[in-house]
């Protein structure tokens, strides 16, 4: 799946992209290795406009690992509200102690040894080692693998472990070494504004000209990983992850679409939405995800 003959192009449509449109983050500013933590930590699961005010108030009162480390738990509920899942505090604030304790109250520019702090995981510890220390080291986040399933095609599920090594190593390909920090950041800036989960803007895009996706114009239709099944009786998420009614719907007229034109998306022949598309010739070849 990688394409090294690719990288240099994609790197630098990317970058220059990037260069133009990145929005004006706090965390943007510093190359602070804690401060970026910081903001890894809070943005899980969280929009980027309510992670601003609480990551200044935050930084402002714990400064340092050091800072943290000594917080007691009703600082700590204070300093993170408007954010919500203390867990990730907690966590924050042990992985603040370990530092002290291990590296002297110094982030550690290693990757590895970011990686084995609590609370930071594969891709916390790339997004520090890269952005903050200039480490070579790519992060893989929902919105990279969505760009890169999209861009490069991968059919398989991303959560699975042979989509998540194929999409990986495409974004290793494509890593700028010169400028791993900008280029992570990039890529999270282009999933998270352009190639947007469902409504892509391709025509904004800075890579378009060679993604698979837009070329077999199945942008909306890739998301990399599965999305699970709605309880909703009226409407059922199928693997492309639009939003599709079933039960209350009325199909096409011609119930069974011409094969041709299928073109991987949930067939209105089929009785059921698990039901394999058994009938139909050309589904593996369209890579159907119903016959995955
Ligand atoms: S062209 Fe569209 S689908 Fe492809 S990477 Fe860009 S925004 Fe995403």
Same mark, same amino acid.
């Given at each position: ?12 449509? /990317? ?28 943005? $899980? $699961? ?12 935050? *930084? ?6 050091? =800072? ?7 600082? *700590? ?13 907690? *966590? ?7 530092? #002290? ?12 040894? /970011? ?26 986040? @929902?919105?990279?693998?969505? #760009? ?36 992570? $950041?990039?890529?999270?800036? *282009? @999933?998270?504004? #352009? ?43 199928? =693997? ?19 094969? =041709? ?25 369209? @890579? ?5």
């Amino acid at each position: 799946m990688p394409r090294r003959a690719d990288a240099a192009p994609f790197a630098a449509r /990317l970058l220059r992209w990037f260069a133009a449109a990145r929005r004006d983050l706090p965390w943007r500013r510093t190359r602070d290795p804690w401060a970026i933590w910081v903001s890894e930590i809070m943005l $899980q $699961q969280t929009r980027v406009e309510a992670v601003r005010a609480p990551y200044e108030r935050f *930084l402002a009162r714990f400064p340092t690992p050091a =800072s943290f480390a000594a917080a007691s738990d009703d600082e *700590l509920l204070v300093a993170w509200r408007g954010l919500g899942y203390y867990r990730r505090a907690r *966590l924050l604030r042990d992985g603040a102690r370990a530092v #002290v304790a291990a590296h002297d109250g110094a982030v550690p520019a290693d990757a590895a040894a /970011l990686a084995e702090l609590p609370g930071v995981g594969a891709y916390t510890s790339a997004a520090v080692a890269s952005i903050a220390f200039g480490l070579v080291a790519v992060a893989v986040d @929902g919105n990279v693998e969505r #760009v890169v399933a999209r861009h490069r095609g991968v059919r398989e599920r991303v959560d699975a472990a042979p989509g998540r090594r194929a999409v990986r190593a495409q974004a290793e390909a494509w890593l700028d070494a010169a400028q791993p920090g900008d280029f992570n $950041q990039a890529m999270m800036e *282009l @999933g998270a504004t #352009v190639c947007a989960p469902t409504s892509p803007r391709c025509g904004d895009c800075p890579v378009a000209a060679d993604c698979v996706a837009r070329a077999e114009g199945l942008a909306a239709e890739f998301w990399g990983r599965r999305p699970p099944l709605s309880t909703s009786p009226r409407v059922r998420r199928w =693997s492309s992850g639009r939003r599709v009614r079933s039960a209350a719907a009325s199909p096409p007229a011609n119930p069974t679409p011409a094969r =041709s034109s299928c073109r991987g998306r949930a067939c209105w022949s089929a009785s059921t939405p698990t039901a394999s598309p058994t009938s139909c010739a050309s589904a593996s070849a369209r @890579g159907c995800a119903w016959a995955a």
